[in-house]
Protein backbone atom coordinates (compact mmCIF):
# COMPACT_ATOMS: atom_id res chain seq x y z
CA UNK A 1 0.00 0.00 0.00
CA UNK A 2 1.34 3.59 -0.75
CA UNK A 3 2.06 5.75 1.77
CA UNK A 4 -0.82 7.91 0.78
CA UNK A 5 -3.24 4.40 0.65
CA UNK A 6 -2.13 4.23 4.37
CA UNK A 7 -2.57 7.49 5.80
CA UNK A 8 -6.07 7.36 4.01
CA UNK A 9 -6.38 4.01 5.34
CA UNK A 10 -5.37 5.88 9.13
CA UNK A 11 -7.81 8.54 8.77
CA UNK A 12 -11.00 6.17 7.96
CA UNK A 13 -10.10 3.59 10.86
CA UNK A 14 -10.05 6.42 13.42
CA UNK A 15 -13.29 8.38 12.13
CA UNK A 16 -14.97 4.84 12.31
CA UNK A 17 -13.77 4.08 16.09
CA UNK A 18 -14.94 7.50 17.20
CA UNK A 19 -18.24 7.27 15.35
CA UNK A 20 -18.29 4.16 16.90
CA UNK A 21 -18.07 5.19 20.04
CA UNK A 22 -20.14 8.36 19.79
CA UNK A 23 -22.75 5.85 18.64
CA UNK A 24 -22.38 3.47 21.36
CA UNK A 25 -25.20 5.33 23.74
CA UNK A 26 -27.76 3.68 21.73
CA UNK A 27 -26.13 0.07 22.29
CA UNK A 28 -25.93 0.81 26.38
CA UNK A 29 -29.46 2.26 25.86
CA UNK A 30 -30.81 -1.05 24.47
CA UNK A 31 -29.27 -3.03 27.84
CA UNK A 32 -31.81 -0.52 30.04
CA UNK A 33 -33.59 -3.19 31.48
CA UNK A 34 -29.69 -4.30 33.04
CA UNK A 35 -28.23 -1.87 36.41
CA UNK A 36 -25.62 0.09 34.88
CA UNK A 37 -22.96 -1.21 37.69
CA UNK A 38 -23.81 -4.73 36.21
CA UNK A 39 -23.25 -3.83 32.75
CA UNK A 40 -20.19 -2.44 34.01
CA UNK A 41 -19.19 -6.22 34.94
CA UNK A 42 -19.65 -7.55 32.20
CA UNK A 43 -18.41 -4.98 30.41
CA UNK A 44 -15.15 -6.01 32.28
CA UNK A 45 -15.42 -9.50 32.01
CA UNK A 46 -16.16 -10.19 28.41
CA UNK A 47 -13.82 -7.13 27.49
CA UNK A 48 -11.20 -9.21 29.78
CA UNK A 49 -11.41 -12.05 27.06
CA UNK A 50 -11.79 -10.44 24.03
CA UNK A 51 -8.42 -8.85 24.79
CA UNK A 52 -6.95 -12.13 25.90
CA UNK A 53 -7.42 -13.14 22.50
CA UNK A 54 -6.13 -10.41 20.99
CA UNK A 55 -2.69 -10.27 22.71
CA UNK A 56 -2.51 -13.85 21.68
CA UNK A 57 -3.43 -13.13 18.16
CA UNK A 58 -1.00 -9.86 18.06
CA UNK A 59 1.77 -12.17 19.87
CA UNK A 60 2.02 -9.44 22.69
CA UNK A 61 1.72 -12.00 25.81
CA UNK A 62 5.54 -11.45 26.60
CA UNK A 63 4.89 -7.76 26.61
CA UNK A 64 2.09 -7.83 29.14
CA UNK A 65 4.21 -10.21 31.08
CA UNK A 66 6.86 -8.21 31.60
CA UNK A 67 4.93 -5.03 32.08
CA UNK A 68 3.04 -6.64 34.61
CA UNK A 69 6.23 -7.55 36.13
CA UNK A 70 7.71 -3.69 36.52
CA UNK A 71 6.11 -2.30 39.61
CA UNK A 72 5.29 1.61 38.56
CA UNK A 73 4.56 0.31 35.26
CA UNK A 74 1.99 -1.42 37.18
CA UNK A 75 0.88 0.82 39.65
CA UNK A 76 0.37 3.68 36.90
CA UNK A 77 -2.14 0.97 34.99
CA UNK A 78 -3.93 0.40 37.97
CA UNK A 79 -4.89 3.70 38.52
CA UNK A 80 -5.70 4.09 34.92
CA UNK A 81 -8.19 1.30 35.97
CA UNK A 82 -9.90 3.02 38.40
CA UNK A 83 -10.32 6.01 36.06
CA UNK A 84 -11.52 4.34 33.24
CA UNK A 85 -13.74 1.99 35.04
CA UNK A 86 -15.46 5.18 36.55
CA UNK A 87 -15.81 7.09 33.08
CA UNK A 88 -17.14 3.13 31.72
CA UNK A 89 -19.66 3.58 34.91
CA UNK A 90 -20.49 7.16 33.90
CA UNK A 91 -20.79 6.89 30.20
CA UNK A 92 -23.29 3.55 30.73
CA UNK A 93 -25.34 5.44 33.15
CA UNK A 94 -25.31 8.73 31.27
CA UNK A 95 -26.46 6.51 27.59
CA UNK A 96 -29.24 4.98 29.80
CA UNK A 97 -30.61 7.53 31.41
CA UNK A 98 -30.81 10.02 28.43
CA UNK A 99 -27.59 12.28 29.37
CA UNK A 100 -25.82 11.91 26.35
CA UNK A 101 -25.58 15.53 25.60
CA UNK A 102 -23.72 15.78 28.95
CA UNK A 103 -21.15 12.40 28.28
CA UNK A 104 -20.60 14.31 24.78
CA UNK A 105 -19.40 17.67 26.83
CA UNK A 106 -17.30 15.18 28.72
CA UNK A 107 -15.19 13.89 26.26
CA UNK A 108 -14.84 17.36 24.70
CA UNK A 109 -13.07 19.13 28.04
CA UNK A 110 -11.09 16.00 28.66
CA UNK A 111 -8.13 17.25 26.00
CA UNK A 112 -7.62 20.42 28.58
CA UNK A 113 -7.74 18.46 31.86
CA UNK A 114 -5.00 15.94 30.40
CA UNK A 115 -2.98 19.59 29.16
CA UNK A 116 -3.66 21.11 32.40
CA UNK A 117 -2.23 17.51 34.20
CA UNK A 118 1.32 17.95 31.91
CA UNK A 119 1.47 21.68 33.15
CA UNK A 120 0.85 21.11 36.78
CA UNK A 121 2.74 17.51 36.82
CA UNK A 122 5.46 17.59 34.19
CA UNK A 123 5.66 21.41 34.18
CA UNK A 124 5.30 21.68 30.62
CA UNK A 125 5.24 25.19 29.02
CA UNK A 126 1.86 26.83 27.66
CA UNK A 127 2.54 29.23 24.99
CA UNK A 128 0.06 32.29 25.31
CA UNK A 129 -2.51 30.78 22.53
CA UNK A 130 -2.81 27.69 24.71
CA UNK A 131 -3.20 29.42 27.50
CA UNK A 132 -6.13 31.88 26.11
CA UNK A 133 -7.75 28.47 25.08
CA UNK A 134 -7.33 26.44 27.86
CA UNK A 135 -8.93 29.82 29.90
CA UNK A 136 -11.80 30.39 27.33
CA UNK A 137 -12.77 26.33 27.50
CA UNK A 138 -12.78 26.57 31.63
CA UNK A 139 -14.80 29.84 31.38
CA UNK A 140 -17.23 27.81 29.00
CA UNK A 141 -17.27 24.86 31.25
CA UNK A 142 -17.94 27.65 34.33
CA UNK A 143 -21.09 28.37 32.08
CA UNK A 144 -22.85 25.31 31.61
CA UNK A 145 -22.48 24.30 35.63
CA UNK A 146 -23.87 27.71 36.55
CA UNK A 147 -26.37 28.61 33.92
CA UNK A 148 -27.03 25.11 31.90
CA UNK A 149 -30.12 23.90 34.47
CA UNK A 150 -31.27 21.01 31.68
CA UNK A 151 -27.94 19.27 32.41
CA UNK A 152 -26.21 17.40 35.22
CA UNK A 153 -23.51 18.90 35.12
CA UNK A 154 -21.45 16.06 37.16
CA UNK A 155 -21.93 13.97 34.15
CA UNK A 156 -19.76 15.87 32.23
CA UNK A 157 -17.34 16.80 34.88
CA UNK A 158 -16.71 12.97 36.00
CA UNK A 159 -16.46 12.14 32.34
CA UNK A 160 -14.07 15.03 31.18
CA UNK A 161 -11.84 14.48 34.68
CA UNK A 162 -11.44 10.79 34.40
CA UNK A 163 -10.84 10.72 30.71
CA UNK A 164 -8.61 13.39 30.56
CA UNK A 165 -6.89 11.86 34.01
CA UNK A 166 -6.04 8.56 31.97
CA UNK A 167 -4.77 10.19 29.02
CA UNK A 168 -2.14 11.46 30.50
CA UNK A 169 -1.41 8.53 32.88
CA UNK A 170 -1.18 6.86 29.13
CA UNK A 171 1.26 8.96 28.68
CA UNK A 172 3.68 7.94 31.15
CA UNK A 173 3.57 4.29 30.55
CA UNK A 174 5.53 2.54 27.39
CA UNK A 175 2.62 -0.22 27.22
CA UNK A 176 1.05 0.02 23.34
CA UNK A 177 -2.98 0.64 23.78
CA UNK A 178 -3.90 -3.36 24.08
CA UNK A 179 -1.26 -4.27 26.26
CA UNK A 180 -2.14 -1.18 28.87
CA UNK A 181 -5.67 -1.94 28.93
CA UNK A 182 -5.34 -5.65 29.00
CA UNK A 183 -3.78 -5.34 32.18
CA UNK A 184 -5.97 -2.65 33.44
CA UNK A 185 -9.11 -4.82 32.46
CA UNK A 186 -7.12 -8.02 34.44
CA UNK A 187 -6.96 -5.54 37.62
CA UNK A 188 -10.65 -4.68 37.04
CA UNK A 189 -11.81 -7.96 36.86
CA UNK A 190 -9.88 -9.46 39.65
CA UNK A 191 -11.92 -6.39 41.71
CA UNK A 192 -15.38 -7.62 39.96
CA UNK A 193 -14.46 -11.74 41.45
CA UNK A 194 -13.62 -10.39 45.06
CA UNK A 195 -17.12 -8.18 44.95
CA UNK A 196 -18.98 -10.96 43.64
CA UNK A 197 -17.99 -13.13 46.07
CA UNK A 198 -17.51 -10.85 49.57
CA UNK A 199 -20.16 -8.14 48.64
CA UNK A 200 -24.12 -8.44 47.80
CA UNK A 201 -22.61 -7.22 43.91
CA UNK A 202 -23.88 -9.52 41.31
CA UNK A 203 -23.79 -10.33 37.68
CA UNK A 204 -27.21 -11.10 37.55
CA UNK A 205 -29.33 -9.07 34.93
CA UNK A 206 -32.09 -9.03 36.41
CA UNK A 207 -35.93 -10.83 35.70
CA UNK A 208 -36.77 -8.09 32.77
CA UNK A 209 -33.75 -9.15 31.04
CA UNK A 210 -34.40 -11.17 27.95
CA UNK A 211 -32.89 -13.44 25.21
CA UNK A 212 -31.95 -9.89 23.05
CA UNK A 213 -30.16 -8.64 26.31
CA UNK A 214 -28.16 -11.78 26.91
CA UNK A 215 -26.89 -11.65 23.31
CA UNK A 216 -26.40 -7.57 23.17
CA UNK A 217 -24.34 -8.69 27.09
CA UNK A 218 -22.30 -11.03 24.78
CA UNK A 219 -20.74 -8.51 22.36
CA UNK A 220 -20.06 -5.86 24.87
CA UNK A 221 -16.43 -6.99 24.59
CA UNK A 222 -16.19 -6.28 20.98
CA UNK A 223 -17.96 -2.87 21.60
CA UNK A 224 -15.04 -2.01 23.79
CA UNK A 225 -12.20 -3.37 21.65
CA UNK A 226 -12.83 -2.55 18.10
CA UNK A 227 -12.50 0.94 18.76
CA UNK A 228 -9.69 0.70 20.72
CA UNK A 229 -7.84 -1.55 17.99
CA UNK A 230 -8.96 0.83 15.45
CA UNK A 231 -7.42 3.67 17.25
CA UNK A 232 -4.33 1.71 17.50
CA UNK A 233 -4.03 1.17 14.00
CA UNK A 234 -5.12 4.54 12.42
CA UNK A 235 -2.74 6.07 15.11
CA UNK A 236 0.15 4.48 13.09
CA UNK A 237 -0.52 6.03 10.15
CA UNK A 238 -1.54 9.37 10.02
CA UNK A 239 -0.23 12.33 12.43
CA UNK A 240 -0.84 13.07 16.05
CA UNK A 241 -2.49 16.50 14.93
CA UNK A 242 -4.59 14.78 12.67
CA UNK A 243 -5.26 12.35 15.51
CA UNK A 244 -6.31 15.72 17.39
CA UNK A 245 -8.56 16.72 14.60
CA UNK A 246 -10.38 13.42 14.33
CA UNK A 247 -10.90 13.22 18.04
CA UNK A 248 -13.34 15.75 17.88
CA UNK A 249 -16.23 13.57 15.95
CA UNK A 250 -16.67 11.38 19.03
CA UNK A 251 -18.24 14.38 21.22
CA UNK A 252 -19.97 15.45 17.62
CA UNK A 253 -21.60 12.37 17.45
CA UNK A 254 -22.59 11.94 21.21
CA UNK A 255 -24.69 15.87 20.10
CA UNK A 256 -25.86 14.52 16.80
CA UNK A 257 -27.06 10.68 19.08
CA UNK A 258 -28.52 13.50 21.88
CA UNK A 259 -30.38 15.50 19.20
CA UNK A 260 -32.11 12.81 17.02
CA UNK A 261 -32.14 9.73 19.08
CA UNK A 262 -32.66 11.01 22.81
CA UNK A 263 -34.63 14.29 21.69
CA UNK A 264 -32.61 16.30 24.85
CA UNK A 265 -32.90 19.91 23.69
CA UNK A 266 -30.32 21.70 24.93
CA UNK A 267 -30.66 25.26 26.39
CA UNK A 268 -28.74 28.34 24.20
CA UNK A 269 -26.49 28.68 27.01
CA UNK A 270 -25.74 24.99 26.32
CA UNK A 271 -25.20 25.92 22.76
CA UNK A 272 -23.47 28.84 23.03
CA UNK A 273 -20.63 27.32 25.30
CA UNK A 274 -20.46 23.96 23.94
CA UNK A 275 -19.43 26.01 20.62
CA UNK A 276 -16.69 27.89 23.16
CA UNK A 277 -15.41 24.76 24.21
CA UNK A 278 -14.84 23.27 21.18
CA UNK A 279 -13.43 26.35 19.41
CA UNK A 280 -11.17 26.39 22.05
CA UNK A 281 -10.16 23.13 21.60
CA UNK A 282 -9.93 23.10 17.79
CA UNK A 283 -7.14 25.86 18.30
CA UNK A 284 -5.17 23.86 20.20
CA UNK A 285 -4.58 21.76 17.39
CA UNK A 286 -4.05 24.39 15.08
CA UNK A 287 -1.46 25.99 17.21
CA UNK A 288 0.06 22.14 17.08
CA UNK A 289 -0.19 22.20 14.12
CA UNK A 290 1.89 25.50 13.48
CA UNK A 291 4.50 24.41 16.10
CA UNK A 292 5.16 21.07 13.99
CA UNK A 293 5.51 23.30 10.85
CA UNK A 294 7.93 25.63 12.39
CA UNK A 295 9.96 23.06 14.34
CA UNK A 296 10.19 21.00 10.98
CA UNK A 297 11.59 23.81 9.13
CA UNK A 298 13.92 24.70 11.45
CA UNK A 299 16.42 22.12 10.34
CA UNK A 300 15.87 23.39 6.73
CA UNK A 301 17.13 26.72 8.14
CA UNK A 302 19.95 26.02 9.59
CA UNK A 303 21.21 23.52 6.73
CA UNK A 304 21.00 26.29 4.40
CA UNK A 305 22.20 29.15 6.58
CA UNK A 306 25.59 30.33 5.62
CA UNK A 307 28.64 29.20 7.84
CA UNK A 308 28.70 30.32 11.11
CA UNK A 309 24.86 31.64 11.38
CA UNK A 310 23.61 29.02 12.82
CA UNK A 311 23.34 30.28 16.17
CA UNK A 312 21.46 33.24 15.10
CA UNK A 313 18.53 31.21 13.39
Known amino acids: MSARGEQAAGVVALATANVILGMSSLYWRALAEVPPATLLGYRILVSLVTLLAALAVLRQVRAALETAASGRLMLVHVVAALLVSANWLTFIWGSIHGRVIETGLGYLIA ?57 FLKKLTTADPVTGLTLETAVLAAATAVAVLATPYSLDPGPNADAPDLALLAVCGLVSVTPLWLISFGSKKITLTAVGFLQYLLPTTQFVVALTFYG ?12 IVWLSLISLVIDSVLRARRAARAPERIAAAPDGQEARL
Do not use: K
Open 111 to 167: PAVTICMGRLVMRERLGAVRRASLALCLGGVALLVLRSAELQWWVFLAIGTTWGLYT
Open 264 to 275: QRPSANTVVCFA
